[in-house]
């Protein structure tokens, strides 16, 4: 059964870059079948997709982060990692890792909170 | 303002039916499958249905989805008390090119 775990600091301070990494046990990453991605969840908000990516490389992003954001995949390691330049206040959140199969995210980490100070 | 709109809150008695609303356009639940997440305080979410209405492993026979032209639905029978959590739908936006998430409802069991 696939596991997923965040990790990174839980400060980052404004206009800094923040960096995650997510560590997957039971599952391999370079398995075709799968896509793996980021979402947050500023608090008391609801979820926002961040990117995704599959272990050959092909990434998606969303557009309203304005180009902030870079998802690498390291597969000796079996993680993958998000970088997000420039960070404000309104970065603040707690991260997800998410695997995706098909149309669904199908296994989610327990998240990681991020708050950015001044 | 979420792409896919969903009712903020629902609420029903212990033992009765509530159904929870996503509405989309053509590029989004008009074009591929929606998927419905669990989300109780403090943890974070679980995957509740895929493909519109498929249950996996796990997920009780009181849940169901349903999905037509731009708009789904989640149906829960048989409320319990353990069921009070917030519930989202997502899919693909083929138009935007992103994962797209509704607003989120928050059911509460009376």
């Known amino acids: 059964q696939a596991q997923l775990q965040e990790s990174g600091p839980g400060l980052v301070k404004v206009s800094q870059t923040l960096s995650l990494t997510c560590s997957v046990s039971g599952a391999s990453i370079t398995s075709d079948n799968y896509r793996w991605s980021w979402v947050r969840q500023a608090p008391g908000k609801g979820l926002e997709w961040i990117a995704n990516?599959?272990?050959?490389?092909?990434?998606f992003y969303n557009p309203s982060l304005r180009g902030r954001s870079t998802i690498s995949v390291e597969t000796s390691n079996n993680h993958f990692s998000l970088k997000l330049d420039s960070v404000t206040a309104a970065d603040t959140a707690i991260y997800y890792c998410v695997r995706l199969y098909r149309y669904t995210m199908d296994v989610w980490g327990q998240g990681t909170t991020v708050t950015v100070s001044s | 303002q979420s792409v896919l709109t969903q009712p903020p809150s629902v609420s029903a008695a212990p033992g009765q039916k509530v159904s929870i609303s996503c509405s989309g356009g053509s590029s989004n639940i008009g074009s591929n499958f929606l998927s419905w997440y669990q989300q109780f305080p403090g943890t974070s979410p679980k995957f509740l249905l895929s493909?519109?209405?498929k249950r996996p492993p796990g997920t009780p026979d009181r849940f169901s989805g349903s999905a037509s032209g731009t708009s789904g639905a989640l149906d829960i029978t048989g409320l319990q008390t353990g069921d009070e959590a917030d519930y989202y739908c997502a899919t693909w936006d083929s138009g935007l090119g992103v994962w797209v998430f509704g607003g989120g409802t928050k059911l509460t069991v009376l």
């Open positions: 493909d519109n209405n």
């Open positions: 990516i599959h272990y050959m490389g092909t990434t």
